[in-house]
Each structure stands twice: as C-alpha cells, then as structure tokens.
C-alpha cells in the first residue's frame, strides 16, 4: 500500500494497493452469502476483544480498574443512517490498527484472490479455509463508510476510517478523546440498506446469530410510556362538586379522600433506554445439576420449534484435544415428510465460543441422524473465510465420532432404562437406525444392540437381538430371519416349519431396508445371520435324518434330475427340501442370489438395470418335499413315464413350480398360461372341463360319452383319456385324487 501524511503527528492517508482493492471487491460481492453476516461478524470480534481483556486482567488488574463493565452496545441513527457498535474490549494499538484492518492479508493476497476467482468446486474452495481473518470486512456489504475509534487501556486513542479504496489513520488528542478502553465502530449504511436501522431488524439478528454470546449485547431501543399528569384547577371543581352533592350522597367531606379528590390524566411520553437482547442464558456452558427439565424442554422447543416435549437428552462436555460442549435431544415423533426430498436435513445448530454459525450443520453429524436436535459450541473450532462453511479437519471429525457415540449411548440408556418410551421411539425412527447400520461401518455393532424385530416365538411383540440369543436353544448355532412384504406373509410361509418344529425362533424382517442391513450385518455377537429362504439352513441333522436322507436322495435322483432339466429356464438346481414339512414344495435362493423380497423390491426400483434383474432372479433352487403326498403323486406320475405322457408330466412340473413360486413370495412367469389352467381346474371342480378355443374340438368332446379314468393336463392343454373315481378341491387348495395309492 502507499501512504500520504498530511499531517505528521495526528493523521496519515493510506491507499489500498490494487490486489486488496480486487480482494475487497471479491469479499462484497463473492464470499458473503446474507448481507446481515456483518453485525455477526462485528459483535463477535468485539466479543474476542471483551475475552482478550477479561484473560489479561487476570494477571494485571489496572486493566479493568478505569473500566470494569464488560458489554457490547449497538445505537442506530436514524438521521444519519448510521449504526454504531462500540465494546469495552482490549482495543488496538496504532500498529495493530494497520496490521489487523489495513492490510487485510499482508502476504498470499494474489494467490487467495486467483484461488478464490479460479475455485469452481467444493473441494477447491475448503482449501480457503481458515487462511484470512477478514470478517472485519463484512461492513462493506452495507456500507461506504466505516469510522473505527480505538484504544488500548495504556495507549492513545486512535481514529480509523475507510472506504473501498484505503483508510485514514488519526491520532485523537487528549481534549477530544472519548474511550477509556475498547472500540467503537460506526458504519454509514448505504440508502439501500437502511431496514439495517430498523429496531425489530437488529434484534432478530441478535437473537439469530448472538443470543448466546456471553457479554451482555444492548441496543439503544425508543420506548414510549403513559406519564400522569395533575391539573390542579380541576381538582378543586371536583372537590367543589363533591361537597354540593354532600346530603345526595349522605356523604361527609371528611370521607373523600385525597386519591378520590383527584382525576388522574395521562400523556405519552417518548425516552430512549438500552435494551439487552441476549437475556437467554446458554444452558450448555451450565452444568446439568443446574438446569431444571423445564429449561431443557423450553430450549429443545426454542431450537426444534416442536410443540412436544423430547423423548430424551444428552449433556456433556468435552476436553482435551478436541473441546467443544453440546446438548442433543431426541424428539418424540416424527413428521410425515420426513424422508422426502429437502426435509432430510440435519437440525444440529453450531456455535463457536457461543456465536451461532450454522443452522443446519451437516458436517458434524451423519445424514442417518438428521432428526436429532441439539447444539454444539465449540471453542477452537476453525472457520473459512466468511465462516459459513465449516474446514473438514480433525477437529470435525473428532467432534463426528463422539457425536455419533453419545448419540447411540443415549438411545441405548433409553431402551435399557425405560423399554416402553424406547419401543415408541423405535417406531417412529428406526428406519434411521438400521440406514446407520448400513452406511456407518465402524459403528454397525453399537447400532445393531437398538435393532428390535418380532420373531416367531415372541407373540408379536418386538424384541433386540440380544433377547433372540438370549432366548435361543441350546442345540440353536446360528440365528435364523426371513425378509417379505408383510408380517402376515412371513408368518404362513412354508420356509417356516422344519424351524418351527425344532422349536428354532425365526425373526420377522418386514421392511425394505432389512434386505440392506442384514446383507451389511452378516453376523451379531460372532453368531451367523441365515436368512430362511436362501442357502443352507446349516441344522445338525440326527443319525436316523441323515439315513432318512440318503435314502430319499437316491428314491428321488433321476426325478429331481427331470424336473431339473424341465424347469433348466428357470432354475439352478433341483433338489430334496430340509425346509418344508407340510408343504409339497418351496424356491429358495443361492446363498449369494436374491431372496424374493429382494427381487421385488429391486423391481420397483425406477431406475433398477434389468440386466442384473434377470441375471440374480435366476439363481432359484426348487425344492421338493419327499414326505408329502403330491410329490409322491409325482413321483408315482415319473415312475410311469413313457413317449406318450412325457409332455403330460412336464405341464404338471411347470404348474407346481409357478404355484409354489406365489406360496415363495415370487412372482409367476407367464401369468396368463398359468392363469389358463387354474380356470381350467375350477371349471373340472365344478363339473367341466374345457381347455380349448377350438369350437369343433368342445363339440366332439361333449358328443363322447366315455368318462376317461384319469384327466392330466398336457401340454396342448387337451383331456386325456383317464379320469380318477373322485375329485375333491379340499380346504387346502389342493387336489387329492382318491383310488391312486
């Protein structure tokens, strides 16, 4: 910068070079996004200045001797359009004057200004951060002109002002000096900012960004009141009144007291007084034995703006390398939007040394937790350059991680110390918890102990995990799930029952989210996690089963081998079921292949790729089960296989398989064919049966007067010549075809 001296011993002119000029421009019209930031900005160094004086007083009390009023005031000018703010601060020095506003950034000021202009993404502009402290700087976005008048409580008092292009530098003399310590700073608002000036306007402000900053913040506020005004001649005719009307009344003068004697009147009365805007105590810089429940649920509903009372709440410090303090609340219920687009956000609000920065803090706590309220106030916490955009270093980090754990700590105390309010919380946010387990690895296991599901055996009351292990039998190795649409589907599916039967408790997964979490999850408290309807059940099987097995594997290899190459479009494998015990038959998925939940929730996707649809609903395995009379009926039907009937068992095959894949939760291939020939069993069940369109082909069937012994549906979907003795449609939905063992 170059300098003018006008006068060598009170005022020098200073003009700003070039590159400040282009950085003052960049800083009015660039870094600052809300024009109101300035006052912030102001009251928060003048809240630095006020901590600077009450640290050194410490040690040295002549500091504060002329001066012990710590506070910061703000006056507006409505005939000047001016806003003053002065504190009572440490003040500067002449050479502090210079260094601190003069130069703004005396070294790197080309590069902050090329990297400023040239930054286009989020990753180039956190490289800004904490670099320049020019907050000072704000004061342009409203004004031209700004008068700084400063002094140190041992030095002169000095007068600084400035407008876009340098700064004067005076020093005041001692017959005109005004402060006994600290500064005042007085801005000339520009015409097209004057609701700066507006009273309202300043305290929303205040109560915005400062409410909390710990010295006391007056405004100097206009206040109009009633004064009483006597008028003594009317006084006396009203006594006069009084006195003639004494025998109407039956009244003595004695009895008119002196107040009676007088009408009152009134008149307005205009004063200004300074009002404090930041009454509101901070309750997290109290300690918790101080603040009552009542303090906690107004403050939760002043930050929240919810009508109810949180469920519960969290407050804590926290010292050493990272030091921050925070109050977190859990709220009671949550709102209807709340996963829609843009309501999602985070509702932790941010201090540092308790001046408001940001009102949706998203770096400090992850987006399961965005319902969580509270604040947190940290004290070394480092800022960008306007102080809107938190630097993601270690210290947001460190203040993420013990976020996260004091959080889960919270609803963990709660469900251990009252089930019933944790149960109510639990319904209203879990689809939170169990997004947290399947985005935040390294707190999946803390997070898994909040999970509750209901199980096959817990009377549809909702249980955790830990009560599953706790409650599981000895002979039990692994804990066992099953995922679907709904509570009632999961209940009546076949998957169940060979679990059912060894007294093994199945746990109920009804949301979409479930089929993400347990794929993340994969075990819980080193026991394995086996969904029902996929894979290997891994259940010890007995000497007497083992054998049974064998026995059965060889009955029914060259059966399972047919259907298999039957059902080859559609299957990866044929095989004898451990699942099912009453059922004829279930599909169950490879381990690593979709169950049927998933393959439905993956096609609702809007923007699924059909391509892996196809790929992962193909891994099906179509198990049989040898103890039920259908597949005995089929392997009955297989045994007595020949060129004729060879398309007849295949039409069979298709329509158990597509029936068994809707009992499976999957959905049926070629809906209308299959369709087709359940018409074609309800008309047999009510006394006809008619599979072709053909008009001739009805005519000539029903001219035969032949019964034949059995009906199969083959693959022209035309009636064969055999028909049993009897067909029954029972109340299971299955045919039983009495006279064949």
């Known amino acids: 910068m170059t300098t003018s001296q006008n006068n060598p011993e009170t005022e020098k002119i200073y003009q700003f070079n070039a590159d400040i000029n282009q950085l003052m421009k960049l800083i009015i019209n660039s870094v600052y996004s809300d024009k109101e930031i300035f006052l912030r900005e102001l009251i928060s160094n003048s809240s630095d200045a006020l901590d600077k004086v009450r640290y050194l007083s410490i ?124 500064t005042r700073i007085v801005l000339h608002l520009r015409d097209s900012e004057l609701e700066f000036l507006e009273e309202e306007r300043i305290k929303d402000i205040v109560k915005k960004h400062s409410q909390f900053v710990s010295y006391k913040i007056s405004l100097l506020c206009e206040k109009v009141e009633e004064v009483p005004v006597e008028d003594e001649d009317e006084d006396v005719e009203n006594l006069d009144e009084k006195k003639e009307n004494e025998n109407e009344n039956e009244v003595t003068i004695e009895d008119v007291t002196e107040e009676e004697a007088k009408e009152t009147k009134t008149t307005t009365e205009t004063k200004m007084e300074f009002e404090v805007l930041n009454k509101q105590d901070p309750i997290w810089i109290r300690k918790k034995t101080e603040v009552s429940d009542e303090e906690y649920n107004n403050f939760y509903k002043s930050i929240s703006n919810d009508w109810d009372n949180p469920v519960t709440r969290t407050h804590f410090s926290v010292e050493g390398s990272t030091s921050f303090k925070s109050v977190l609340f859990l709220p009671n219920h949550s709102g209807t939007d709340m996963y829609s687009p843009g309501k999602c956000v985070n509702r932790i609000k941010l201090y540092v040394r308790r001046v408001f920065v940001l009102d949706k803090c998203e770096e400090v706590i992850p987006e399961y937790f965005h319902f969580v309220t509270g604040i947190v106030d940290s004290d070394d916490l480092s800022l960008n350059v306007s102080r809107e955009i938190l630097q993601k270093n270690n210290i947001i980090n460190n203040i993420r991680k013990i976020l996260v754990k004091r959080i889960i700590k919270m609803m963990d105390e709660l469900s251990k110390n009252d089930e019933e309010k944790y149960q109510k919380f639990y319904n209203e946010y879990h689809k939170n918890i169990k997004w947290g387990i399947n985005e935040d690895h390294a707190n999946r296991d803390k997070l898994s102990k909040l999970l509750r599901y209901v199980s096959s055996k817990s009377d549809d009351k909702a249980i955790s995990l830990a009560k599953y292990v706790e409650d599981m039998p000895k002979d039990q190795k692994h804990m066992y799930y099953i995922t679907g649409e709904s509570l009632k589907t999961v209940k009546n599916s076949p998957f169940l029952e060979t679990l059912n039967k060894k007294n093994y408790a199945v746990l109920f997964m009804t949301d979409p989210i479930d089929e993400y979490v347990v794929q993340g999850m994969k075990q819980y408290d080193e026991m394995k996690m086996i969904d029902i309807t996929k894979g290997d059940l891994n259940i010890e099987l007995t000497e007497k089963e083992k054998k049974k097995e064998e026995e059965d594997k060889k009955t029914y290899d060259k059966m399972c081998s047919e259907v298999k190459n039957i059902l080859s479009e559609y299957v990866e494998n044929v095989i004898l079921s451990k699942r099912v015990v009453d059922s004829p038959c279930c599909i169950s998925s490879t381990e690593y292949g979709w169950s049927a939940n998933m393959a439905r929730i993956m096609r609702a996707q809007a923007l699924r790729d059909s391509s892996m649809n196809d790929i992962m609903s193909a891994k099906k395995i179509f198990e049989l089960n040898p103890q039920h009379k259908t597949i005995k009926l089929l392997k009955n039907k297989f045994d007595n296989i020949n060129d004729g009937n060879k398309g007849e068992f295949a039409n069979i095959v298709r329509l158990l398989y597509q029936t068994c894949l809707i009992v499976s939760g999957f959905s049926v291939i070629e809906p209308e064919q299959y369709s087709k020939k359940v018409y074609n069993l309800i008309n047999l069940g009510l006394g006809d049966y008619d599979d072709d369109d053909d008009d001739s082909e009805k005519e000539d069937e029903q001219q035969n007067e032949t019964q034949p012994e059995e009906i199969v549906i083959g693959n022209d979907g035309q009636q064969n010549e055999t028909q049993p003795e009897e067909i029954v449609i029972g109340n299971d939905d299955e045919l039983e075809m009495e006279g064949i063992d």
Do not use: C, H
Request: no cysteine; proline share 1%.
């Open 59 to 182: 040690t040295n009390q002549d500091m504060v001797k002329d001066m012990p009023n710590m506070e910061i005031s703000i006056v507006t000018d409505k005939q000047n359009n001016t806003i003053t703010i002065e504190d009572t601060g440490i003040g500067m020095t002449k050479e502090e004057l210079i260094n601190n506003l003069g130069t703004i950034a005396k070294s790197g000021t080309k590069q902050f200004i090329k990297s400023l202009t040239n930054s286009t993404s989020e990753n180039n502009d956190l490289k800004l951060i904490g670099q320049f402290g020019i907050g000072f700087y704000s004061v342009f976005l409203v004004s031209n002109n700004v008068e700084v008048l400063t002094k140190s409580y041992d030095g002169d008092e000095y007068l600084w002002t400035s407008d876009e292009n340098g700064f004067t530098l005076k020093k005041m003399e001692e017959d005109k000096r005004i402060l006994k310590r600290g």
